[in-house]
Each structure stands twice: as structure tokens, then as C-alpha cells.
């Protein structure tokens, strides 16, 4: 008998930005990931998104610039996430083809695109808006907030 591997959880940057601030959801989705119970993945753009926003952040408030990134090097050492090359072009023009009407939102499109790349189990992404049930349902991919997940992890299948 084989045991199942954790599900597979692609992230948007949004989520990774939650869990440096601080917001327990996402907090809560780290330590997940941590002990073993999930298994995280992104890709190159949304990590260059992240830190593009720690830098945005350090100048609205250059006090801070020191922190942020030490709790970024602090994740990335205690929770495994596996980074992908971003989705070739044309699986991103594809994807936008197919999506954007129901995404609405151009820059998302390559996240959605390098997850169903990857064969993720489900999409977590602070937001909804975008990444929203009538794209999963078009996409064939479950998406979540934080909250949204942990709350189908308590409540089971």
C-alpha cells in the first residue's frame, strides 16, 4: 500500500506577501507546508513579484527594508516551495485566449497558466476576484484563498 503525496498547492504572489506581513491564513499555510502535510510550488514571476513588492515596501518605509527581507530569506529557508521557470509564451497566449474573459485580469494569466502547467492540485491566491470559481471551473482547477482552504481542510471531504 502507497501513500498519497501531499496535495500540490500553487501559489500567487499575494499569498507569499500575506504570510511575510503576518496574516494568520497564510501563516497558517506555511506550517503546512513546513511539516510536510502540503507541498508548495510557484513560479519565477511570482517570486519576482514578491520581492519587487518588499522593495516597494522598503520605500514607503525604509525602516523596514531590513525586516521584510529577513522574513523572506526566513521563509524561503523553513518552507519548501519549489520554483518553476515561468510558462513558455505560447502557453501563456493560449491561456489568455482561453481564460481572460472569465479572469479578467491580464497579469494573472501566467499564474494560471504555469499551475495548470505543473498539473497543481489547486490554486491559492488572496484574490478571488481573479482567480474566481468560474475560471476554476473553466480551468479544471480548484482555487482558494487562505481561508477558504483551511476552512475545506477542517471540514474534510
Known sequence: MTEASPPLIFLDANVLIEALIGLLPAQAVMDLAAGGSIRLMTCRLVVDAVENDIL???????????????????????????????PPRELVESAKQRYLPTMRHLPDIPVLASALEQKA????????EHF?????GRAGIQMYSCAEFLRKLVAGP
Open 56 to 86: 516597494r515596501r522598503a520605500q514607503e518605509e525604509p525602516a523596514a527594508i531590513d525586516e521584510l527581507v529577513e522574513s523572506w530569506r526566513q521563509l524561503l529557508d523553513t518552507v519548501p516551495l519549489m520554483v518553476v521557470p515561468d
Open 132 to 136: 474566481n470559481d468560474a475560471t476554476a
Open 121 to 128: 492540485d489547486l490554486i491559492l491566491s488572496g484574490n478571488r
